[in-house]
């Protein structure tokens, strides 16, 4: 028989049913986006677009369900949604925004090739799947927070969420530094560069180690299979992409880029 709690639980094995072919896909396949973007994936939309439509579902989706839950009411339930929200208000409407800026600034350099791939198209069908993703997602942790978790009987729920917090804080200022620095350099013209100082001088992508420390803060936070099956996905998702970015440096500087610089984890990887 159908019940809510059937489709949460069906829809959690779902995450992490699409997390395997994840990771593999993009092992094998870059995502056509950004430095790496390719003809045939179809029609693009410009990216601020793509990022707005794509991000969306985690916002309008959690306030439409947030309020139908047992732990709407309840003081725990609605701060430990709020980082997660935080983030996303970020990615929806902060960061698209930002981009449209940043495109427009650059106006004068587009003659530049490396600037006009940059610069290219976002692919619907690329963002089509984002925005499917995010569905699932935003569905399970916002259900998850409002409806299935027992915040009334977690002693140790503040500790946790204290500790969380802290990690998932640190990750956020690492992904909006590296997202503001690459943002500079588009806004010099003049192609890509190599990125310098921070967590650059450790890994090729501080953007993506930051996102993946949001989510294991919030992971710990919630202490939840729904929190930990997005922790997964996006080191199932990000890592790989990393992978692709470090090798495009290496390809494009050569000799001039940092040898011992990782893709993502610092010292690691």
């Known amino acids: 028989m159908f019940s809510d709690q059937n489709f949460f639980q069906y829809s ?5 049913l699409i997390t395997p072919p994840t990771i593999i896909s993009l092992l094998f396949h870059t995502a056509p986006y950004g430095k790496h973007h390719r003809p045939g994936w179809g029609p693009t939309i410009p990216p601020p677009l793509a ?12 306030f439409l369900i947030f309020p139908h839950g047992n732990n709407y009411h309840k003081f725990r339930a609605q701060i430990l949604i709020f980082p997660f929200l935080l983030h996303y208000l970020h990615r929806t409407i902060i960061y698209p925004l930002r981009l449209l800026i940043n495109t427009h600034s650059r106006k ?6 490396s600037v006009r791939k940059s610069a290219a198209g976002f692919p619907v069908s690329v ?3 984002a925005f499917g993703f995010n ?17 009334d009987g977690d002693e140790w729920f503040w500790w946790r969420f204290a500790g969380g917090l802290v990690i998932f804080l640190s990750g956020m200022y690492a992904n909006l ?3 503001n620095m690459l943002m500079g350099l588009k806004r010099e ?3 890509y560069k190599i990125p310098k100082g921070g967590l650059f001088e450790l890994v090729s992508c501080p953007n993506y180690f930051g996102e993946i420390l949001e ?14 099956a997005f922790f997964v996905y996006t080191c199932a998702n990000l890592v790989p992409r990393a992978g692709a970015n470090h090798k495009w440096y290496l390809d494009k500087f050569g000799e001039d880029y940092p040898k011992n610089r990782k893709a993502v984890i610092p010292f690691v990887y």
């Open 108 to 113: 004068t350099n587009i003659d530049s090739p």
């Open 177 to 179: 530094w590296s997202d």
């Open 51 to 62: 990022w707005f439509l794509m991000e969306s579902p985690t916002i309008w989706l959690t």
């Open 215 to 228: 989510w294991l803060g919030w992971a710990l936070m919630t202490c939840s299979w729904a929190g930990f």
């Open 12 to 16: 959690l094995l779902s995450l992490y």
């Open 127 to 129: 963002a089509l799947m």
């Open 189 to 191: 013209g003049g192609g």
């Open 135 to 151: 569905l699932l997602n935003g569905y399970l942790q916002s259900r998850w927070v409002s409806q299935y978790a027992d915040l």
